[in-house]
């Protein structure tokens, strides 16, 4: 066989034809010398063949960044579905008419309340609702509706009188046993939770541990005060039980409420985390994603381990977030009304 000839005449051969001359045996025996020899060749001069991604891979598979980027997006999303359901979690309290009750006791002045609401769009018809209605039902949570709740759960911790408002860290937190009644009452108006309440009517410390919105028997206020010391928050490093930011007087709010209407405490710590999670919403993804790198789903470890101080607290995150990429923030609450 020529291969010049088969050079100058191949665009003029059928596709029978063709076959027929591969299967000649002086055009496989060219074939096996020309393959033994480039074996050889790559051998012998150690030549890397690999393979460059080229245009048109990239354009089907996409570039590494461009993988990396999907892979990350789709991990984002099977978490924000573990984490934050799309249609909230509906609490085991009833509200009822605490809102209301919350009005007309001055803990919340009803015009300042929705005027402020009214600077951030306005509120709906539900939200009104929560506020002034006599037969709600089961709260439920959702990414919507987690600063409304965040406030009047607030309102409710600061008013309701409970004594760990009275005799807890609030009062005490320097390990200093106060002067006087007064003294540890003006400092207790200090902080954030207290001093940053600015929608009582009249002074907020007239409204501290003042009301009974919720009566807690003594197996209720110690069911309370078990859970509010495992029951941490992101933006410091106290637990619920010092209530010094607003995150932790609104869970008060919410313990004390749940542990009234006979809530277990198992599905107490679920719920504080539920809320937990819509309020501070990147720290609980990041969390989530930390202990998925760790080889545990979220629906495998318990509510009150996450609460604890090694994963919710501001140290324990912190130190989380050294060891994982944080997820990029998502909106939540501050520590301001």
Not at 257 to 264: T, V
Not at 265 to 274: H, N, R, V
């Amino acid at each position: 066989m020529n291969i010049k000839f088969l050079k100058d005449n191949l665009k003029r051969i059928s596709f029978n034809q063709l076959a027929l001359i591969v299967k000649k045996p002086a055009f496989l025996g060219l074939l096996s010398v020309f393959l033994a020899v480039s074996v050889a060749v790559y051998a012998f001069l150690n030549l890397d063949v690999r393979v460059k991604r080229g245009p048109l891979l990239t354009v089907l598979f996409g570039s590494d960044e461009m993988r990396k980027q999907r892979f990350a997006e789709k991990q984002l999303v099977q978490l924000e579905a573990a984490v934050l359901p799309s249609n909230g979690m509906v609490l085991p309290a009833v509200w009822g008419d605490l809102g209301s009750q919350l009005v007309e006791a001055g803990v919340i002045d009803a015009e300042k309340f929705e005027k402020l609401y009214a600077s951030r769009g306005g509120m709906s018809e539900e939200d009104k609702k929560l506020l002034y209605g006599k037969d709600n039902g089961n709260l439920k949570i959702t990414q919507e509706n987690s600063g409304l709740l965040l406030n009047l759960l607030w309102a409710l911790g600061l008013g309701n009188k409970n004594e760990i408002l009275e005799k807890g860290p609030m009062m005490t937190y320097d390990g200093k046993t106060p002067a006087s009644p007064a003294g540890a009452l003006a400092k207790a108006g200090q902080f954030a939770s207290t001093g940053g309440w600015t929608l009582a009517r009249g002074d907020t410390m007239n409204h501290y541990s003042m009301h009974r919105f919720v009566d807690l028997t003594p197996e209720q206020e110690e069911l309370v005060k078990r859970v509010s010391q495992g029951v941490y928050r992101p933006c410091c490093g106290n637990p619920t039980h010092f209530p010094d930011c607003n995150h932790g007087m609104a869970m008060l709010g919410l313990l004390e409420l749940m542990a009234s209407q006979g809530i277990s405490e198992q599905d107490m710590y679920k719920s504080a985390l539920a809320v937990n999670s819509f309020w501070f919403p990147s720290n609980y993804l990041t969390i989530a994603k930390y202990l998925e790198a760790k080889g545990f789903t979220w629906d495998k470890v318990g509510p009150k381990a996450i609460l604890g101080a090694n994963f919710s607290s501001g140290s324990g995150y912190a130190q989380i977030r050294s060891e994982v990429e944080p997820v990029k923030p998502k909106s939540g609450g501050g520590c301001g009304v």
